[in-house]
């Protein structure tokens, strides 16, 4: 349930309603924005009377909302949240973001020649997978430590903002010390031990990846779990999920952006690499994001995709990707941002 207070009401009457309500056994959830107030209460509301409620005359209005995360939810967070990593801003009307980089890091110089190539064509964050969730156990499952290193000395001689994927809680305090934005991969959006750990252990951003066979409302409550354990700072990845088609690796389900923005507050950003699995496609489908809405796009990008440790043949190399920044820069202007 959200309660809209009137604007000029006394903080005292408000302090009060808010006591009734916890003395009743809900979670307060006060919101103040530029323009609103509202107090979400979660719990059951079932017994709350709308109309005694919306008689108090510092009650402007009484919502019931069916959708069963609150936190994420637009209606209790009215204004799009912006996330900041290290000065660079997602979400809102700000800049698209433009993340590039390896689907594995390969070792210190490959890392740091692809942290300036990436740079140059336009990207503002360099993503790399140090610990790798691989299909088969024989497969290349990353540096681990040393991959997260040499990003550290990546961004030491780039500047850009490091993205990588937590496999983990005990890697927790690792990527807290080193990693700007932690990545959730797609088969850890239901892990949700892992999901209250990152809520509870870290305040960096989190990039939240859709499930390869989940509905819209079991990501978002993935969110919930982490916004509800302490950390707000949530950005969703659409990532493509799994269906019938067999010539992409999954569906990207561009949908979603328009969903996202209208059920929730949290930046919503574009993974076209892992969608088509294709580099082929990539361009197309991210200049349809960029157009959809997306405030970002995560882009796998190597100087020789047909040599990668993981994932070749996903990988844009790096004068594509420039090209492909420069398309949709043209996009998102038409429509009143940028790149």
Same mark, same amino acid.
């Given at each position: ?188 959006? !239901? ?32 969110? &919930? ?19 019938? &088609? ?53 882009? &796998? ?21 420039? !090209? ?16």
């Amino acid at each position: 349930m959200i309660i809209t207070i009137k604007r000029t009401s006394d903080a005292a009457l408000i302090e009060q309603l808010i006591a009734d309500f916890k003395s009743q056994g809900f979670e307060v959830h006060d919101s103040v924005g530029t323009d609103y107030h509202l107090i979400g209460l979660i719990g059951d509301t079932v017994h709350v009377d709308e109309l005694k409620v919306k008689a108090n005359p510092i009650v402007e209005n009484v919502t019931r909302i069916a959708a069963p995360y609150k936190k994420a939810n637009r209606l209790f967070h009215p204004e799009d949240t912006v996330i900041d990593v290290n000065g660079i801003k997602i979400g809102g009307n700000e800049k698209v973001v433009v993340i590039g980089g390896p689907c594995s890091v390969e070792g210190l110089d490959h890392i740091c020649d692809l942290a300036e190539k990436v740079k140059a064509a336009g990207a503002v964050m360099l993503r790399g997978g140090a610990y790798k969730p691989r299909t088969s156990p024989y497969a290349f499952q990353g540096l681990e430590t040393e991959g997260i290193l040499d990003m550290v000395e990546a961004r030491n001689r780039t500047g850009l903002p490091v993205v990588s994927e937590l496999m983990d809680s005990d890697q927790i305090d690792e990527f807290e010390k080193y990693v700007d934005v932690i990545q959730i991969g797609a088969r850890n959006m !239901q892990n949700f031990t892992l999901l209250k750990a990152v809520g509870k252990r870290t305040t960096k951003p989190i990039l939240l990846k859709r499930g390869l066979a989940n509905t819209i409302e079991e990501w978002i409550m993935s969110a &919930e779990y982490i916004m509800a354990n302490g950390n707000e700072k949530v950005i969703l990845c659409e990532r493509g999920i799994r269906t019938f &088609e067999k010539y992409t690796r999954n569906t990207l389900d561009l949908s979603v952006i328009p969903i996202i923005k209208e059920k929730t507050h949290l930046p919503i950003i574009i993974d076209p690499s892992h969608a088509t699995g294709n580099w082929k496609y990539i361009e197309k489908m991210s200049l349809a994001a960029v157009a959809a809405g997306a405030d970002g796009l995560i882009i &796998e990008v190597h100087n020789q995709p047909e040599c990668a440790w993981s994932d070749g043949a996903q990988c844009l190399k790096p004068e594509k990707f420039a !090209q492909l920044i420069e398309k949709a820069r043209k996009i998102a202007q038409v429509i009143g941002r940028d790149i």
